[in-house]
């Protein structure tokens, strides 16, 4: 893979010292456990300690020098996705990623949108970082690209009026930084080795405005700004808890001015809990909330995307987030792109927004010095197949996610047929017990409606759609945070294989915001439909 570009195309600084460097840094000996050691080595806490949060890359970092993308584009009689089609954050960052494991700084949470969480460097492969939230699991890790907007420096929160949530055992309110470094014998990262970023949105915090649930695509709901940083705002949806929060600017697709469902003639789904949900007005709401609508002239939609099927580009594995694959964009909509990984089943197919920070443009693994998965026995030079037996996989990665580097079996492989169809277990990293369950059922619709008057956005391509349960709710009497128990496994029209069947969920007769509120089951009466893919371990 690395001798598929002319040397032009890497950075002044990468000339002289990219492949010794990037090998002796990538090609290290393993500090973390597989499966198998996990299980049969014993170590003492100070070894686990050190073994934890250092480069891990030995079975992802093999060369293969004889791979070229030119070659394979040629053989393959297709072009790759222009360089025009891809955003900034979606390109080789402009400056040399400086962050070293074990520093520490403050980002997102990306199950929990609202909060900023003190966060540990865990692994650093080209200039994408894998970030540990101190003192949880690392099936909580996830990971960033180094130009990240969602990372800040140690004590950005303080100095920009916001809230930090600090590591287990420590107060909000006393939390200190200074005395945190030094009782854990860490380092900050540095300032400036992160992106500075100047612009500015026309968004408001408070301001009202309609959005898509992107957990429910086929729901626009009633919204709030809560949250403004630079020119990215946070979406909230009212009277719900903060997992189906999402970050975006004045150009994304998802959001809409005060009337827009109206104006439409779709349905508008009112906040949870509204005294009258079948005739909600926005006159009534603004003034019962004493609050305002988010100017329209904030709102400035971006133009649909530019990619074509067949194109070819560099996708980050979303089942197995440690890897980036050669992949083939396989059909389109305005703003999003279904993304193929070369030479595995269709059924690994994903659907993307056109702009996400996962999607690269050819070249971009060589440009940043990350380690690039040609399709599985594409050369006879391929790397062996390895201990697992699902085809195509080489052992790297984990269905539990960031704690385990690798696996020796179907069991632990994320991509074998017994875990496609099993349910997800992920213990709500701040809910003690509650656990979030991603269980597969299959829905059957006749077209794009269930019932009269009631439209539902379905997607016919991908069957299989992800439940998760047992999620927060967040009250409308002062925004207090009760627990919902787990419910059952609920199916619209089949239960779940294997579990008690329960009543179906009906839609048929149900007015527009009825109908929303039992797809959406406020107040743990129920699971909330998930676009396929749901919550992402790692």
């Not at 993308?69 to 790759?80: F, G, P, R, T």
């Not at 070293?100 to 692994?123: I, N, Q, R, W, Y």
Request: hydrophobic share 30%; proline share 8%.
């Amino acid at each position: 893979m690395f001798s598929c570009l002319s040397g032009s195309l890497l950075p002044h600084w990468a000339h002289a010292r990219w492949a010794g460097r990037l090998f002796s840094s990538v090609l290290c000996s393993c500090p973390q456990r597989s499966e198998a050691e996990h299980r049969g080595t014993k170590t003492t806490k100070e070894e686990e300690h050190k073994m934890k949060n250092k480069v891990c890359s030995t079975q992802v970092s093999v060369k293969r020098r004889s791979w070229s993308w030119q070659q394979y584009l040629n053989e393959q009689k297709s072009e790759a996705a222009p360089l025009s089609l891809f955003t900034q954050s979606q390109s080789a960052p402009r400056r040399r990623n400086g962050f070293k494991v074990g520093m520490k700084l403050e980002g997102v949470d990306p199950l929990h949108p609202s909060m900023f969480c003190v966060l540990t460097v865990a692994e650093v492969i080209g200039c994408r970082l894998r970030l540990h939230i101190d003192s949880y699991s690392e099936c909580y890790d996830f990971w960033v690209n180094s130009d990240s907007a969602d990372i800040r420096h140690a004590g950005w929160c303080k100095g920009n009026n916001h809230k930090l949530h600090p590591p287990k055992g420590h107060s909000e309110t006393d939390f200190d930084w200074q005395h945190y470094l030094q009782s854990t014998g860490s380092h900050a990262a540095p300032p400036t080795l992160f992106t500075c970023r100047t612009a500015t949105c026309g968004f408001r915090v408070g301001g009202k405005l309609e959005a898509v649930d992107r957990k429910n695509p086929g729901l626009v709901c009633v919204a709030s700004v809560a949250d403004v940083i630079g020119d990215r705002f946070l979406v909230h949806f009212d009277n719900w808890d903060d997992t189906y929060d999402y970050w975006c600017d004045g150009s994304s697709p998802y959001i809409h001015p005060v009337g827009w469902c109206e104006e439409q003639g779709r349905p508008l789904t009112p906040p949870q809990g509204h005294s009258n949900p079948e005739n909600f007005l926005w006159e009534d709401y603004l003034r019962l909330t004493g609050s305002t609508a988010a100017p329209s002239s904030a709102f400035t939609l971006r133009a649909p995307h530019g990619f074509q099927v067949n194109q070819k580009l560099e996708a980050v594995d979303r089942k197995n987030p440690i890897l980036i694959r050669v992949s083939t964009v396989t059909d389109t909509e305005n703003y999003r792109v279904k993304v193929h990984y070369d030479g595995w089943p269709q059924q690994f197919d994903v659907w993307s927004d056109s702009d996400h920070c996962d999607l690269h443009p050819v070249g971009w693994c060589q440009r940043t010095g990350h380690p690039l998965e040609p399709p599985p026995g594409s050369f006879p030079t391929s790397p062996p197949q390895g201990v697992c037996p699902t085809r195509g996989c080489r052992g790297v990665g984990h269905i539990k996610g960031a704690k385990y580097t690798g696996h020796h079996s179907a069991f632990g492989c994320p991509y074998s047929d017994i875990n496609l169809r099993k349910e997800v277990l992920l213990p709500d990293r701040l809910g003690g017990e509650k656990v979030i369950t991603l269980v597969p059922i299959t829905m059957y619709h006749h077209g794009n409606q269930l019932g009269r008057n009631v439209q539902v956005k379905t997607e016919p391509r991908d069957e299989t759609l992800l439940v998760p349960l047992g999620k927060r709710r967040r009250q409308a009497d002062g925004g207090r945070v009760q627990t919902a128990g787990r419910p059952p496994p609920v199916s619209l029209l089949v239960g779940h294989v294997g579990a008690a069947q329960p009543r179906p969920v009906s839609l048929l007769g149900a007015t527009p915001q009825t109908a929303a509120r039992r797809l959406r089951s406020p107040r743990g009466h129920g699971p909330a439909l998930e676009r396929p893919g749901g919550v992402r371990l790692h």
